[in-house]
Structure formats: structure tokens, C-alpha cells
């Protein structure tokens, strides 16, 4: 079975400063890892991905993630909080199960950025 | 290179009602999943379409079905309409090759379906 759980439903930051936001994953099999944006109003868009290479993956917008199979974890980082960052985030897990294939999306974290 | 493209943008409904949603996928994208995301929550995966052949399906009833043609571009369909299906309708296409492997997958705007 497959499920993610993203364990803040928001984070608030002040620009300039680090971000994290964490998301921990249960797969049968090895999984495809992803996180995506979806601001406002706008499309979902992805970030990086986590496909069994790197272990630290390195994504759009300085954010990166690393893939941790002890703690089945794959937080999100970026050093640097920019109010544009402000947005909807979810980790996402891809792969195969008894049946075919599923995609199976976080609840989200709200990520709010301070002046 | 066109993205993923969806129609229509919005749609009111009736309950009782059926609706068909439609999708073009990326140029190249052999692999078409929707996704309902209801207001303030994540999206939940409906199922998924590889070379016109459903491959996974999420915990929806029957009555959400779909279709992917020969060109990769595909339909979402929903009888029997109900209020909770109030939603937004997202469509992603992926160039999966032929094993088991996902590629990222690429959104469309999504269809705003509202039930009354």
C-alpha cells in the first residue's frame, strides 16, 4: 500500500530565512517521489523528482529534497525563504501496487512567507 | 511544444446529471491521469490511462469512467452526478515508457465542475 503524509498543514517563515517542509511516505514497492506547487488561482507545477538516482535531488527555485529510505522521508529545503515561495505544497508518491498504477498525493502544506 | 490543455474551464451541473470532461495531452505523452481536487485538500487520483488501456484507479465508484484515445488525448466521465462532486477536475499527462516507470507528470488548468 501506498500513502504520504505531510506532517504541517502550514509553515510560516520570514523571507530571507530557511524552509522546511516535511513529508514522510509508505510504498510496497520503490516508489517515484515528487513535490509540486500549485499557487493561487494557478496550475500545479512540479518542483523536482526523487526517481532511485541521487538521493539529494536538486529542483526549480533553489528548493531541493532529500531521499532518506531509513526514516521514508523526503523533506523539502530551500536556504532562503523568498515571498514568491508563498503557495500550496505537496510530496507526492508514484509506483505500482497490486492492479496497476497509482499516484498518490499529500494533503498539502500551506507555506506562508513574512515580510 | 503545447501543454496539457483541458475543456471546458468551467461546467454547472444538476444533480442526476452526467458530464464529460476533456483532455489533450503534451505532445509525445503516452500516459493520462485525472484527479479530483475538492476545495482546500490535495488531489485525489481518479485513475490512470496507458496507451488507451486503464492501468490504476484510486477508490472512485464505476460511475466515474473514462477513455483515452489513439492520439493520447482522453475523456472523464461522470454519471449520476452528486453534490460532493463539486470539485476541480485536473488531467496530467506523462511519458511513461513501457515498464513500470513514471515520468513527472504535467497538469493541465483544470475543469471547475459545480453540482446544484
Known amino acids: 500500500a501506498q500513502s504520504v503524509t505531510q506532517l504541517d498543514s502550514h509553515v510560516s517563515v520570514s523571507e530571507g530565512t530557511p524552509v522546511l517542509l516535511r513529508c514522510n511516505y509508505s510504498?510496497?514497492?520503490?516508489?517515484?517521489l515528487f513535490w509540486y506547487v500549485q499557487h493561487p488561482n494557478k496550475g500545479l507545477q512540479l518542483l523536482l523528482k526523487y526517481t532511485s538516482a541521487a538521493t539529494l535531488v536538486k529542483g526549480i527555485n533553489g528548493f531541493e529534497a532529500e531521499f532518506k529510505k531509513s526514516e521514508t522521508s523526503f523533506h523539502l529545503t530551500k536556504p532562503s525563504a523568498h515571498m514568491s515561495d508563498a503557495a500550496e505544497y505537496f510530496c507526492v508518491v508514484s509506483g505500482p501496487y497490486t492492479g496497476g498504477f497509482k499516484t498518490i498525493f499529500g494533503a498539502g502544506t500551506r507555506l506562508f512567507v513574512k515580510a | 511544444e503545447t501543454g496539457v490543455t483541458q475543456s471546458p474551464t468551467h461546467l454547472i451541473k444538476t444533480r442526476g446529471q452526467q458530464v464529460t470532461l476533456r483532455c489533450s495531452s503534451q505532445s509525445g505523452h503516452n500516459t493520462v491521469s485525472w484527479y479530483q481536487q475538492a476545495l482546500g485538500q490535495g488531489p485525489q487520483f481518479i485513475f490512470q490511462?496507458?496507451?488507451?488501456?486503464?492501468?490504476g484507479r484510486g477508490n472512485f465508484p464505476p460511475r466515474f469512467s473514462g477513455l483515452q484515445f489513439p492520439n493520447y488525448s482522453s475523456e472523464l466521465n461522470v454519471n449520476a452526478l452528486e453534490l460532493d462532486d463539486s470539485a476541480l477536475y485536473l488531467c496530467a499527462s506523462s511519458p511513461r515508457d513501457r515498464g513500470v516507470n513514471l515520468y513527472e507528470q504535467y497538469f493541465g488548468p483544470g475543469t471547475r465542475l459545480t453540482v446544484t
Open positions: 490511462y496507458y496507451r488507451e488501456e486503464e492501468n
Open positions: 510504498s510496497s514497492y520503490s516508489p517515484s
